[in-house]
């Protein structure tokens, strides 16, 4: 790390398991990784089943239950005991900042923001435009945002729901990615296609309908039409059978399904530098397009549907295809075309390749930095908030 940079203590919340991680953990072991690579103190407190292994870096305050939030379900701790092992590693870890994110979820960082003083930075991740539970929540919830120092944003949809929702504004600083590291994967040879075997990619929870994994199975008989050797190659956790329903009487599309389930980080970032376009079907729910940079990343041609946040990412069609959300016949006549002029969809690919350099976690890492600097600057350090909290009647033992 540069003399010029001041190690900082970061304390890092994540409301979700890593049981089953998502985008918002994904997000959060990244960021900790990178600013540990710097030469920061990093700790992260998350839930955590039993089973769970975790990096050194990351303690863990419990089991995790299920709840249903933002069309997915998450795995989250919250009540009493929660708030006590918060409490527990808020006055161990001695931060500088204190770093929540989706602190308006029932969850461990609604218990940190809760009891903590001092300099507290928020990062929003969610796009819920219209939601009434939050809305109704916003009373409880205003307290511990009127402590926050600074909120951040990962995208203009989350953004606004913030602006809409919570009142007060937040600079929006994207999620990043190891943009290297996929650049870098070597292709494997039994997900590499041809121009008449094409490889198509989806990566997704198989069981979440927002992901639109039903609308892309949907579409691969019109797409073996054109091209009868294709292949569908489905990376992701979860029950796929509601999405292959669609197929179920289709043998050649059925055939031309792989379900390759949940791959480590290396051999997924092998499979996007393998394929022939990596197929964004998603159908709502999304703030960010964190998987549609990946692949960007890896250099496979994207087509997506044309959310917002998918959108903004694509440049509007620039950096990849957009089509109609939900409709699997537009789909399929995007990917027919996509494969049909190569010498297009590898434009739009390598322009892909180069505007996804402002996501690289050296640029995202540093504006989050800025951000700490600014709010820890002559300030005091974290401490626990003498004020009652919801829980702070509560002292179970903790074990």
Same mark, same amino acid.
């Given at each position: 790390?540069?003399?010029?940079?001041?190690?900082?203590?970061?304390?890092?919340?994540?409301?979700?398991?890593?049981?089953?991680?998502?985008?918002?953990?994904?997000?959060?072991?990244?960021?900790?990784?990178?600013?540990?690579?710097?030469?920061?103190?990093?700790?992260?407190?998350?839930?955590?089943?039993?089973?769970?292994?975790?990096?050194?870096?990351?303690?863990?305050?419990?089991?995790?239950?299920?709840?249903?939030?933002?069309?997915?379900?998450?795995?989250?701790?919250?009540?009493? =005991?929660? @708030?006590?092992?918060?409490? &527990?590693? %808020?006055?161990? *870890?001695?931060? !500088?900042?204190?770093?929540?994110? #989706?602190?308006?979820?029932?969850?461990?960082?609604?218990?940190?923001?809760?009891?903590?003083?001092?300099?507290?930075?928020?990062?929003?991740?969610?796009?819920?435009?219209?939601?009434?539970?939050?809305?109704?929540?916003?009373?409880?919830?205003?307290?511990?945002?009127?402590?926050?120092?600074?909120?951040?944003?990962?995208?203009?949809?989350?953004?606004?729901?913030?602006?809409?929702?919570?009142?007060?504004?937040?600079?929006?600083?994207?999620?990043?990615?190891?943009?290297?590291?996929?650049?870098?994967?070597?292709?494997?040879?039994?997900?590499?296609?041809?121009?008449?075997?094409?490889?198509?990619?989806?990566?997704?929870?198989?069981?979440?309908?927002?992901?639109?994994?039903?609308?892309?199975?949907?579409?691969?008989?019109?797409? =073996?039409? @054109?091209?009868?050797?294709? &292949?569908? %190659?489905?990376? *992701?956790?979860? !029950?796929?059978?509601?999405?292959? #329903?669609?197929?179920?009487?289709?043998?050649?599309?059925?055939?031309?399904?792989?379900?390759?389930?949940?791959?480590?980080?290396?051999?997924?970032?092998?499979?996007?530098?393998?394929?022939?376009?990596?197929?964004?079907?998603?159908?709502?729910?999304?703030?960010?397009?964190?998987?549609?940079?990946?692949?960007?990343?890896?250099?496979?041609?994207?087509?997506?549907?044309?959310?917002?946040?998918?959108?903004?990412?694509?440049?509007?069609?620039?950096?990849?295809?957009?089509?109609?959300?939900?409709?699997?016949?537009?789909?399929?006549?995007?990917?027919?075309?996509?494969?049909?002029?190569?010498?297009?969809?590898?434009?739009?690919?390598?322009?892909?390749?180069?505007?996804?350099?402002?996501?690289?976690?050296?640029?995202?890492?540093?504006?989050?930095?800025?951000?700490?600097?600014?709010?820890?600057?002559?300030?005091?350090?974290?401490?626990?908030?003498?004020?009652?909290?919801?829980?702070?009647?509560?002292?179970?033992?903790?074990?």
């Amino acid at each position: 790390m540069s003399p010029a940079v001041r190690p900082l203590r970061i304390g890092m919340v994540s409301p979700y398991s890593f049981h089953v991680p998502g985008g918002v953990q994904f997000h959060i072991r990244d960021l900790a990784e990178h600013l540990l690579g710097m030469g920061h103190h990093v700790s992260v407190l998350a839930p955590s089943d039993e089973d769970t292994e975790l990096p050194p870096y990351m303690v863990s305050a419990g089991r995790a239950m299920p709840l249903p939030y933002n069309g997915s379900v998450a795995r989250i701790s919250f009540g009493p =005991l929660a @708030s006590s092992r918060v409490k &527990r590693w %808020l006055a161990e *870890g001695d931060f !500088d900042v204190l770093h929540v994110h #989706e602190p308006s979820s029932p969850s461990l960082s609604m218990l940190a923001m809760w009891a903590a003083t001092g300099p507290i930075v928020a990062t929003f991740h969610t796009s819920n435009p219209r939601s009434r539970a939050m809305l109704a929540a916003y009373p409880l919830l205003r307290p511990g945002f009127e402590k926050l120092s600074a909120r951040i944003a990962v995208s203009e949809d989350a953004r606004r729901t913030v602006v809409d929702h919570l009142g007060g504004d937040a600079v929006v600083i994207p999620n990043g990615v190891f943009v290297d590291r996929f650049a870098a994967a070597l292709p494997r040879p039994e997900w590499e296609g041809t121009d008449q075997r094409p490889t198509l990619a989806f990566l997704g929870r198989l069981d979440e309908p927002r992901k639109g994994l039903q609308v892309l199975t949907a579409a691969l008989s019109e797409i =073996l039409r @054109s091209y009868p050797g294709a &292949r569908l %190659l489905v990376l *992701g956790r979860g !029950d796929a059978a509601e999405a292959l #329903e669609v197929v179920a009487d289709d043998r050649a599309a059925c055939s031309a399904i792989e379900l390759l389930g949940a791959l480590e980080d290396d051999a997924k970032a092998s499979l996007l530098r393998s394929v022939d376009a990596y197929v964004g079907p998603h159908t709502g729910g999304e703030s960010f397009g964190i998987v549609l940079v990946e692949a960007m990343s890896a250099g496979a041609p994207v087509i997506a549907s044309d959310l917002g946040a998918f959108r903004r990412v694509l440049e509007d069609g620039e950096l990849g295809l957009l089509v109609r959300t939900g409709d699997a016949a537009e789909l399929a006549s995007g990917i027919v075309s996509l494969l049909d002029d190569r010498t297009e969809a590898r434009a739009r690919a390598d322009r892909a390749s180069v505007a996804v350099r402002r996501y690289d976690w050296s640029r995202v890492a540093a504006q989050i930095l800025d951000v700490y600097d600014t709010v820890t600057i002559g300030a005091d350090r974290v401490g626990e908030d003498p004020r009652l909290g919801l829980f702070a009647r509560w002292r179970p033992r903790v074990g």
